[in-house]
């Protein structure tokens, strides 16, 4: 009898450590992870760029980024002036744990079309944290290396649910946008801790600026 | 459980404690690296796109 008691005991004391390391593990360590993972992506992508590797593109060409790797640099300066974060191509799970993920049969950045970034709200480095605290005529700052993107954020934060796929259309209906423009599209999870909604917030592309010329006015303080 | 590990540990008590911690780290860590993110992905944080792609 004492064994028993003893051994179950054992059991719900190991179970909660458990779960208590689990909790660690997803509100504390993939953090820790995916802030190093998202520096080496940043990292990455200015060692490419300062090397002069890559040129402005022809306007004409349809060319795809490729799967997985960033491309660019998003800068909110609603969501801290330190915050900036890697783009990569594609949304798949692997991906989003080491950027922002680019909707990969969305416009190119910049381009005519809807340029539609997905992130996390919660875990690995809690991106879009202060998702609801975007208002229209934010600043959504984007580079590629040759040139500087700034949205303008025109609505949102818009609730919405998961299969509402139409937002990230190249005219999404419910933005009020009504003709064929340069887009952007946001998208995280609502509730914060839940996956039952979507939140959105759309912008249209208000000017572009090669590096040169150095920061655009969004970003200086 | 924990009681029958502790008498089948060799060594005087210094040494089961030793063996002990390091055993506790190398559960921690199997965790974190390989069982934590396997599961992780079955929670909710991750659906954070429109398409469920």
Known sequence: MRVIVRTVSELCVTVGTLIVLFVVYVLFWTGVRADRVMGDQIDRLQQRWSRGSVQPEPVATPRTYEPGAPFAIMYIPRLGSTWNKPVLEGTGTGTLKKGLGHYARTARLGREGNFAVAGHRRTYGDPFKDFPELRPGDAVVLTDGTTWFTYRIDKGPYKTVPTDVEVIDPVPRKSGYTRPGRYLTLTTCDPEWGHSHRLIVWAHLDSTQPVEAGEPRALRR | ?53
């Open chain 2, 1 to 53: 459980m924990y009681g029958w590990i502790w008498r089948h540990l060799p060594g005087n008590a210094w040494v089961k404690a030793l063996i002990s911690l390091v055993l506790v780290l190398a559960v921690v860590y199997i965790l974190f690296q390989y069982v934590f993110p396997w599961a992780e992905p079955l929670l909710p944080f991750n659906d954070v796109t429109v398409d469920n792609q």
